[in-house]
C-alpha cells in the first residue's frame, strides 16, 4: 500500500508535467506560426515577401511541425491515467506509444516538406515574383523587360554576373516615366563573390595537383579562380582526398570537359523540354554524346512532326 501511493503520488506530478509541457508545445507553435505570418502580412514589398518564404517558409512550417511531434508525445503522456494506476510498466507502455506517435508525426511533416511543399511554394514564390509591380509615385503597373531588354539598364558587374547565371535581374519598367525598378534574384549555378569588385563573378578556371593523394596521405591542389567582371585571379590551396573528386581525372590535373561521358556508372540521361503552351516532351538517352547532338538539332518544328 505504502508504495501504490507513492507511485499514485508520482503519477499526480507527472501527469501535471506532461499537461504544461503540452500546453507550452501548443503555445509555441502559435507563436512560431503566426510570427512567421506577421512577418511575411507585414514585409513591404512582393520582392521582401519572396525573399522571406523563400528563405524560411520551409523551416518555419517544418520547425512548428516539429514542435507538434513533442506536444503529440506530452499529450498521449496524460491518457489513460485508470489503467496507468494499476502498474508502474503501463507509464513506460504510454511513453513509449507516445514517441511513437510523435515521431510518426515528424516523419510524415519532414517528408511531406522535403518532396510535397516545394512544388506549391515554388507556385507561391513564381506568384510574387511575376506580379505586375507597382510604380509608388505615381501608381502605375509596371512591365518585367525580357532578357534582352534588360541588358541596357544593367550595369557591366551586373551583366557578368547574368552572364555567369549566378544572379538573376529582373527590370521593371514604367512606360510612362521610364522609372526602372531593378530586383535582384538567385541564379541557377553558384559563383563566388568577387573580393574586388563584389560581384558574384569568382569562377573557377584552373586547377592544378601539386601533391598526388596517396592512401596514407591527403593530396593538394590548386584551384585558380577569376572573375569575369574585373579580372581578379585568385588563388586558393586545398587538401585532396583520395576518395572525393572522383570526375577529376588525377593524371591530367585538368579538368574533364564532360566528367559524365568518362563514367560508366552512367545508365541514363533524360531530357524534359516544355514549351511555353505547357507541353511536355520527355527525352530518353544512353549516353551523353546522343544528348548533347539531341540539344544541338533540337525545335519545335522538329518535334511537331514526331508527335
Ligand atoms: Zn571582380
Not at 197 to 221: A, M, S, V
Request: glycine share 6%; aromatic share 12%.
Amino acid at each position: 500500500m505504502e508504495e501504490n501511493s507513492a507511485y499514485l503520488a508520482f503519477l499526480d506530478i507527472w501527469h501535471q508535467a506532461m499537461w504544461y509541457l503540452f500546453l507550452g508545445a501548443a503555445a509555441l507553435t502559435v507563436i512560431l506560426v503566426l510570427s512567421y505570418w506577421i512577418r511575411y502580412a507585414s514585409a513591404g514589398s512582393l520582392k521582401a515577401k519572396f525573399d522571406l518564404a523563400s528563405r524560411s517558409e520551409t523551416k518555419t512550417y517544418l520547425n512548428a511541425n516539429y514542435v507538434i511531434a513533442a506536444g503529440i508525445v506530452f499529450i498521449v503522456n496524460t491518457t489513460y491515467q485508470d489503467v496507468i494506476s494499476l502498474s508502474p510498466m503501463w507509464v513506460f507502455i504510454r511513453v513509449f506509444i507516445g514517441l511513437c506517435f510523435g515521431t510518426l508525426h515528424g516523419y510524415i511533416a519532414y517528408l511531406i516538406f522535403k518532396y510535397y511543399y516545394p512544388g506549391p511554394l515554388d507556385k507561391k514564390l513564381k506568384r510574387l515574383r511575376y506580379t505586375p509591380r507597382i510604380n509608388p509615385s505615381n501608381g502605375n503597373t509596371m512591365k518585367l523587360l525580357s532578357e534582352d531588354e534588360e541588358d541596357a539598364y544593367l550595369d557591366e558587374g551586373m551583366q557578368a554576373e547574368e552572364d555567369a547565371f549566378s544572379v538573376d535581374y529582373d527590370v521593371w519598367i514604367d512606360e510612362a516615366t521610364g522609372e526602372t525598378k531593378i530586383e535582384k534574384y538567385k541564379g541557377h549555378l553558384n559563383a563566388l563573390e568577387c573580393d574586388r569588385c563584389g560581384f558574384q563573378t569568382l569562377k573557377l578556371q584552373r586547377e592544378e595537383i601539386l601533391r598526388q593523394p596517396t592512401n596514407t596521405q591527403d593530396g593538394e591542389i590548386l584551384k585558380e579562380y577569376k572573375c569575369s567582371y574585373c579580372g581578379r585571379i585568385k588563388r586558393k590551396t586545398q587538401n585532396l582526398s583520395t576518395n572525393v573528386d572522383k570526375e577529376r581525372d588525377l593524371s591530367t590535373g585538368k579538368l574533364i570537359a564532360d566528367p559524365l561521358s568518362h563514367d560508366n556508372r552512367l545508365d541514363l540521361i533524360k531530357i524534359e523540354i516544355q514549351g511555353t503552351n505547357g507541353e511536355k516532351k520527355l527525352f530518353e538517352f544512353q549516353n551523353l554524346k546522343q544528348a548533347q547532338n539531341f540539344l544541338k538539332e533540337f525545335d519545335f518544328d522538329k518535334l511537331k512532326e514526331e508527335m
